[in-house]
């Protein structure tokens, strides 16, 4: 039982998408993908720095298209998965996976989802930061006295946390006992409350795009449940913008649901990484560029790594 799984925004480097330029087909459908989500990724994933891509405006957009043209370039191979799951903005990568949305909409979707949390991190100066190593409770507590929220339980003690600039330093100074707090290079809180105008736009997009019900597995960062309706999964996708990404429950559902392997779309990395201390022992496969499809592929249509 083997999962394809999309990551999320901070996976992306400086010209990870040249390589797969150079498939057959893929400058035109990357361009076709940039015309719908109004951004040019082809030179964004190509030649912009560091800088230009960690921007949500940017980063976003980027991210769904390469787990798109990883999706193109698997081809049958990613119809032999039993499910789908994509974190944070990785879900609507899944989406496209699963059958909910075309990969128009989707880029659509995200071009909008993008610009509406830039936005809204825009009005008050705000951060994230790793937690590595903390008791979740204690945490919690720590949390509640700064006035700091959870905005990605990650799994595998990591638990990322968002909020005033202030608020963060203030953790870093005084972290919970055994825990590292490590600053994350973020435009914003997000995942937390203060994306709330983000999430009333982003729904408007939403509720003008057609979803259609999943054809696979489908689970949800909301709480590591399965969604068999393609609008209700688009509701979650709407509310996840500012609640936090429960993958480690995410991770506990492959678990109990028997899964075999892991296959992470590109720019892989962080899923596998988290997949190795939260799914100890079950194989996995990450895409960072075409020289990574045999290995999926392989492992989608065997169970077994290449």
Same mark, same amino acid.
């Given at each position: 039982?083997? !999962?394809?799984?999309?990551?999320?925004?901070?996976?992306?480097?400086?010209?990870?998408?040249? +390589?797969? *330029?150079?498939?057959?087909?893929?400058?035109?459908?990357?361009?076709?993908?940039?015309?719908?989500?109004?951004?040019?990724?082809?030179?964004? @994933?190509?030649?912009?720095?560091?800088?230009?891509?960690?921007?949500?405006?940017?980063?976003?957009?980027?991210? !769904?298209?390469?787990?798109?043209?990883?999706? %193109?370039?698997?081809? =049958?191979?990613?119809?032999?998965?039993?499910?789908?799951?994509?974190?944070?903005?990785?879900?609507?990568?899944?989406?496209?996976?699963? #059958?909910?949305?075309? $990969?128009?909409?989707?880029?659509?979707?995200? @071009?909008?989802?993008?610009?509406?949390?830039? %936005?809204?991190?825009?009005?008050?100066?705000? #951060?994230?930061?790793?937690? *590595?190593?903390?008791?979740? $409770?204690?945490?919690?507590?720590?949390?509640?006295?700064? #006035?700091?929220?959870?905005?990605?339980?990650?799994?595998?003690?990591?638990?990322? !946390?968002?909020?005033?600039?202030?608020?963060?330093? /203030?953790?870093? =100074?005084?972290?919970? =006992?055994?825990?590292?707090?490590?600053?994350?290079?973020?435009?914003?809180?997000?995942?937390?409350?203060?994306?709330?105008?983000?999430?009333?736009?982003?729904?408007?997009?939403?509720?003008?795009?057609?979803?259609?019900?999943?054809?696979?597995?489908?689970?949800?960062?909301?709480?590591?449940?399965?969604?068999?309706?393609?609008?209700?999964?688009? =509701?979650?996708?709407?509310?996840?913008?500012?609640? +936090?990404?429960?993958?480690?429950?995410?991770?506990?559902?492959?678990?109990?649901? #028997?899964?075999?392997?892991?296959?992470?779309?590109?720019?892989?990395?962080?899923?596998?990484?988290?997949?190795?201390?939260?799914?100890?022992?079950?194989?996995?496969?990450?895409?960072?560029?075409? %020289? %990574?499809?045999?290995? $999926? $592929?392989?492992?989608?249509?065997?169970?077994?790594? /290449?």
């Amino acid at each position: 039982m083997i !999962v394809i799984v999309a990551p999320g925004q901070g996976s992306q480097k400086p010209g990870f998408l040249s +390589p797969w *330029l150079e498939l057959p087909g893929v400058p035109e459908r990357l361009r076709a993908l940039s015309d719908a989500a109004g951004i040019d990724l082809v030179e964004h @994933g190509t030649v912009s720095d560091a800088d230009t891509i960690r921007d949500t405006l940017v980063a976003q957009p980027l991210i !769904v298209a390469a787990g798109i043209l990883t999706l %193109d370039a698997l081809g =049958e191979h990613a119809s032999r998965a039993a499910g789908f799951a994509g974190h944070s903005v990785g879900e609507i990568t899944a989406a496209v996976a699963a #059958g909910v949305l075309d $990969a128009q909409s989707a880029m659509a979707l995200v @071009g909008e989802r993008a610009r509406a949390m830039a %936005d809204a991190a825009a009005e008050t100066p705000t #951060g994230m930061a790793a937690v *590595l190593g903390a008791d979740e $409770a204690v945490l919690e507590a720590r949390l509640a006295e700064l #006035g700091l929220q959870p905005a990605n339980y990650n799994g595998g003690g990591q638990i990322v !946390v968002a909020g005033a600039l202030d608020a963060l330093a /203030a953790l870093a =100074e005084a972290p919970p =006992e055994r825990a590292r707090v490590i600053p994350l290079q973020t435009a914003g809180a997000f995942h937390t409350h203060f994306m709330a105008p983000a999430v009333e736009r982003f729904r408007a997009k939403a509720a003008a795009t057609t979803a259609t019900d999943p054809s696979s597995t489908l689970w949800t960062n909301r709480d590591g449940s399965t969604v068999a309706s393609g609008v209700e999964y688009l =509701e979650l996708i709407v509310g996840q913008v500012s609640s +936090p990404v429960r993958w480690d429950l995410c991770m506990a559902a492959f678990a109990d649901a #028997g899964v075999t392997g892991i296959v992470e779309l590109a720019p892989a990395g962080a899923l596998t990484g988290l997949a190795k201390r939260g799914l100890r022992g079950v194989p996995s496969v990450g895409i960072t560029t075409p %020289d %990574d499809l045999e290995a $999926a $592929a392989a492992l989608l249509e065997t169970g077994a790594a /290449a």
